[in-house]
């Protein structure tokens, strides 16, 4: 029986088991919106294409499928580049439908018009356009393909909107899982003897790909072995914190004795990441080690020095086949001291402490904030109530900058697929990332750490959790000024910050503002048919309705302004105990700056 292509294109996101679609609608593709009205795929309305961009990656992170972005042309996918770049650095699978102007008004400069390839080409894995409506299903299930294997990055797809409206009775295609490599026996005797004649060897793991639990099979043979496990930046939820195996994190604010044993050690294991200039301080350490190599991506793209021995495998397929061999016949003439000792550097490290006894907050800035002198949270105190009260099971998303170092040096994990940051240091994903990752694992606690700065990037992305019943808490840490540049310029200008000071709102009363009344409107909603993104409403078009067709009982916000320390504990209990979206706005003095990384007693 005939379909449209845009109808085709939903069929075959529900054959591939996509749950949810984070979109901001436009009439570029409305075909597909309709689809989605029908579809057992939940259509998630965003209210930014940065913000739906983000939650499509948390998704992805989060559950190892490719998260799925739908925007609109120009003005809609200029939005949505932030998180292309993003899931293009952070090797995060993610698919995302531009709508396009029809075919016949290519190349005339028409409303909107932009070239596709010409703005993603070097930020994605492939760009594909749906020009015959017959190969709608083919090349939706293609880039779904693309997305996940090999290096996972993004994959864009052009939906012009002539062709998503015409019929076509080509089938749904079947899609088959791509198995991942499998290291050989022969790559697994070279590399057990490799570690087996090293005196300090270690294992680098990162990247996606370590939601099967397959990090805990690995730390637990490290650990038998005697082999201490580093983790790449914002990937450390890849083991439980509670091996001895876990010697810390490498990259940002990761402790200085962390990166000096990194550098000190004579082989290296990097398992679904690779050497860059963020775990290697910027291309200066950890490039006189044998180098081993563990990913699915044959380029080794953004690795830099040596590689003595590559496998192709993911880190499950590695793990597993790992495992099977005995763990004392790696050892050696080592004993455990070597991986005893940073496992006992990072514990040190992330012992909760005052910011008093952790050497932070040393930064002036010679009076420029008239400010400086209010009332501020000890974060060392407040990460520390904080992790306790999670218990290392909480999904935590973080944006950028200074505000998010607390988090990962005082915030365990004991659980895989339970972090989502931008390792691209991008802004704004914190939000929208923890209002996705509510939505994905309603039975989970999930956690937003972010700036202010960071904040209302994509503080907007709130309404999507009340309008979809996600129940996020946000933290935002609010020193009033782009912490990060504002240390930069401290080493670089010192007494001369320019640029950096912003002005903030009360963030907790953007939480009473929605009340029951606000309403969770179904994203089966009518939708106007200007679209969100500056489109033209149809000549003669009547009233547009608004009320939505199917809505869900509403949910309260909850908000709370916290000054002094003595406050954070008991606003954190009641936030947790809130039964809906919560934010804690934490306000800290402005020369505050994250513990210092040499601190390890």
Known sequence: ????????????????????????????????????????????????????????????????????????????????MISLHTAWQDATALVLFVGLVPISDRSRESFQEFGLSDWFSSTAKRVLTIDDEHRAGELTAEALRIASSGRPGPVVVGLPEDVLVRLTEAPTPTIAEAAPPTPATAELESLTARIAAATHPAFVLGGDGWHSGCGADLARWAASAGIPIFCDWRAYDALPHSSPAWAGWLGYGRADAVAAGFAEADQLVFVGCTRSDVASDGYTIGFDAETVLVTGDPEARQHAGRIDQQILASPHTFAEALISVDAGSVRGARTDAWMAERAAIQSRFAAHRPDAEAGAGATTESGTHPDSTRPGVDLGVAFGILDDRLGGDAILTYGAGNATIWGHRFLRHNAPARLVGARNGAMGLAVPGAVAASLAFPERRAVAICGDGDFLMNGQEIATAFAHGGTPLIIVIDNGVYGTIVSHQENHYPGRPSGTRMVNPDFATWMSAFDERSGAASAKSTLDDAGANGGAAPAGAGPVPTAPEVSAPGMAGHGERVETTAEFEPALDRALAHNGPALIHVLIDPATMPPAGDETS
């Open 1 to 80: 029986m005939p379909r449209s292509a845009g109808h085709l294109i939903v069929d075959t996101l529900e054959t591939a088991g996509i749950e949810r679609v984070y979109a901001v609608p436009g009439e570029s593709y409305l075909d597909v919106l309709d689809g989605l009205y029908d579809s057992s795929v939940e259509t998630v309305v965003c209210r930014q294409e940065g913000g739906a961009g983000f939650m499509a990656l948390a998704e992805s992170r989060l559950t190892g499928r490719p998260g799925i972005a739908t925007v609109t042309r120009g003005p809609g996918a200029a939005n949505a």
